[in-house]
């Protein structure tokens, strides 16, 4: 509709008088009013209220202000240049009326759906673990809501959803939640002056004479400050059969009484889409002071679509859900800071507009916040994400670098469905164990949490080195297995996936290697025959190390996702299969095998090149092939045959699962 939800903004319409909240009976003490003559003024407020609707939808609220302060029982009223009016008792209570957002006739009513298989708990007096989460839809039928969106994406992350229609009874079992999001009417509205401006929710719990003797104690303005920690608002939340918009009256509560009665888990996250919803220190300390570890809102006035986009924006980057404006290619789930200056790039964390007040262009300008418990967080993201992985083969460990948070006791990790264990935990790094010849999508869970799933690709091939020089020839046999990430990864949300080199080491217990040599070798000492086969054993180097000492071999070397080439380093030393028989005397020789050439009996120089490029295809694979070096009358082969199990698929991005 486009219509902007005006509910309060800074600059006020009222007298100074207008803005106290104090009577002047005489006696100097708050005038007394029996509880069914508020009810009945409250009943003909909602009334005039109703009647005051122009035909496109708005109120006229110059009209109700006065109406307000004709009426007996209230000592003030005003309006707020956003177009919400307020007044107060004689006896100091408040009431707020939340005058210009105006209902679509064509929405119905839909309660937040549970998506199939997610779990739907009973709050308990135990505080449950942090997959709760808490959907609050207040706005009424009349407006729509992205609560849907909101439990659907979460439960795919592993969040249990409970919903709730914000009561206020209810709200004081509310107790443990890891996440709350609350979709409702909010203001702010001045006390003793102008400047003292305190903001207030508007709940579930329709004003009855019952309900103010039940809730005495927190309507009554507090002597001090002149602020209850309940009051009564009233406001549009459907339209009826004829189109015509139906309003009702309800308790509203300030920061004093969520302080009061409500608690959250000390890393949880409080999102509020409302009207001025983080636009008083008051209203977001009563969220800290109740546990909230990060708190989310709206400094202002806010325009219902502005809102509805930047809720849905701020949840489907914090979980990675990529189902909101999606990136593309998909991208993990980021932390909070980073969501935030995502938004303000893309213009997300403002709303910005102008409201008709009777006539009178008024501008607004909110921002979208996260504010951070200064009591202390560990809260920084919605579910756990993985930047990337990285293999040691000789220890058999796996590294995933992210944002995991601390808690390792409620966390898992598996690679292809496998669960491994965990060797190594910190908050933005992990070492696990890495079984041989595992591979797969890497997921660590926290708390039923899922992350992005980062494909652990794994090759398995054979390489056949041969070496011909006239009267001799080595052959060289390796069995190799070998695994690496080639998913690209982002550092920052909505930028280009970042494909590069990542280096890989054979598995050491998978990967076997055996020789052969057979002829005739003539050197400066003379000539002797080339004899002998046997096994070499796997020794572990850096990638691109010109030698090593001892025999055996190394397999090694980088994958790289934007050239799609794998970078072979492969070396091979025996020390005693070549016997040279000059004046009698016998001489062991050892041989060096490497890509470039075949030195023998020499160790290569060290600038020798050490690295076979292999193709890629577009499947990560380097297929079967040959490559072949000439040098003098020495002749080197390679040929290999490769497979690839668990390679990404580009398109997928982030939450790259395995092809």
């Known amino acids: 509709m486009g219509k902007v939800f005006l509910c309060g903004a800074i600059a006020l319409l009222c007298s100074v008088a207008a803005c106290s909240n104090r009577s002047s009976s005489g006696s100097g003490e708050p005038a007394a009013i029996d509880d069914a003559t508020r009810a009945a003024a409250l009943d003909a407020v909602n009334a005039r209220f109703s009647a005051l609707h122009r035909a496109d939808g708005t109120v006229d609220t110059a009209s ?78 009349g407006f729509s809501n992205p609560t849907s969106d909101i439990v659907s994406w979460t439960a795919a992350k592993g969040y249990s959803s409970v ?47 019952g309900g ?9 303005p507090d002597p001090t400050t002149g602020v209850p920690l309940l009051g009564y608002g009233t406001a549009d939340f459907s339209v009826d059969a004829q189109g ?153 460990e796996l590294t995933l670098t992210g944002l995991f948070g601390t808690d390792q006791d409620a966390a898992q990790i598996t690679v292809g469905g496998t669960q491994v264990a965990i060797k190594q935990w910190g908050f933005d790094s992990i070492v696990a164990d890495l079984p041989p010849d595992l591979a797969g999508d890497v997921v660590i869970t926290v708390h039923d949490h899922q992350s992005n799933a980062v494909p652990l690709t794994q090759w398995v091939g054979d390489v056949n080195f041969t070496e011909t020089d006239n009267a001799f020839t080595v052959e060289i046999d390796t069995h190799v297995e070998f695994r690496a990430d080639l ?52 020794q572990f180097v850096g990638v691109g190390a010109p030698t ?48 470039a050439m075949f030195f023998l009996p020499d160790p290569p120089p060290p600038d020798a090149s050490l690295t076979w490029n292999l193709p890629m295809d577009d499947g990560f694979n380097p297929g079967s092939g040959q490559q072949q070096v000439t040098e003098g009358d020495a002749t080197l082969t390679l040929q290999w045959n490769f497979s690839v199990q668990s390679a990404p698929d580009p398109s997928k991005g982030e939450d790259a699962q395995a092809q």
Not at 168 to 195: A, L, Y
Not at 260 to 282: M, R
């Open 64 to 141: 109700l202000s006065a109406y307000i302060s004709s009426r007996p029982e209230f000592a003030s009223a005003g309006v707020t240049s956003g177009g919400l009016v307020f007044g107060f008792f004689k006896d100091g209570r408040v009431l707020a009326v939340f005058t210009n957002l105006k209902p679509d006739p064509t929405l119905q009513e839909v309660a937040p759906p549970i998506p199939p298989g997610a779990k739907n708990r009973e709050t308990t007096g135990d505080v449950p673990p942090l997959e709760q989460m808490r959907v609050v839809q207040n706005l009424g039928a």
């Open 163 to 209: 919903p709730d229609s914000m009561d206020v009874e209810e709200m004081k079992s509310w107790s443990g939640d890891g996440v709350v999001f609350i979709n409702t009417h909010g203001g702010k509205f001045p006390f003793k002056s102008q400047n003292d401006l305190h903001a207030a929710l508007l709940t579930a719990t329709p004003h009855t004479i």
């Open 212 to 220: 103010d003797a039940k809730y005495k104690a927190d309507l009554t």
């Open 244 to 396: 015509h918009a139906t309003s009702a009256t309800n308790y509203m509560v300030f920061g004093g009484w969520i302080q009061k009665y409500l608690h959250f888990a000390s890393d949880s996250l409080v999102l509020v889409q409302a009207c001025d919803g983080a636009g008083t220190s008051d209203l977001v300390n009563g969220f800290f002071a109740a546990g909230a570890g990060v708190y989310a809102g709206w400094s202002d006035t806010i325009d219902t679509n502005d809102g509805g986009k930047a809720t849905r924006y701020a949840f489907d980057r914090m979980l990675g859900a990529n189902q909101y404006k999606p990136e593309s290619p998909p991208q993990r789930p980021f932390e909070y800071p980073a969501v935030k200056t995502d938004m303000a790039k893309k213009g997300l964390d403002h709303s910005k507009g102008t409201a008709d007040d009777n006539g009178t262009q008024t501008s607004f300008n909110a921002e979208f916040t996260f504010q951070a418990n200064p009591r202390g967080t560990v809260f920084t993201l919605l579910a756990p994400t993985i930047r990337y992985l990285s293999v040691d083969e000789q220890k058999n």
């Open 487 to 538: 998913h690209g990864h982002r550092d920052d949300p909505a930028t280009d996936p970042i494909l590069g080199i990542s280096l890989f080491q054979a598995e050491q217990q998978v990967t076997t290697n055996t020789y052969a040599g057979s002829g005739t070798y003539c050197g400066p000492g003379g000539c002797g025959s080339m004899q002998g086969n046997g096994n070499l054993s796997m």
């Open 548 to 595: 090593f000492s001892g025999d055996g071999f190394f397999f090694n070397g980088t994958a790289d996702s934007q050239k799609m080439m794998l970078g072979v380093d492969y070396q091979a030393r025996e020390s005693n299969e070549i016997t040279i028989d000059a004046a009698g005397q016998s001489v062991a020789f050892p041989f060096y095998l490497v890509p």
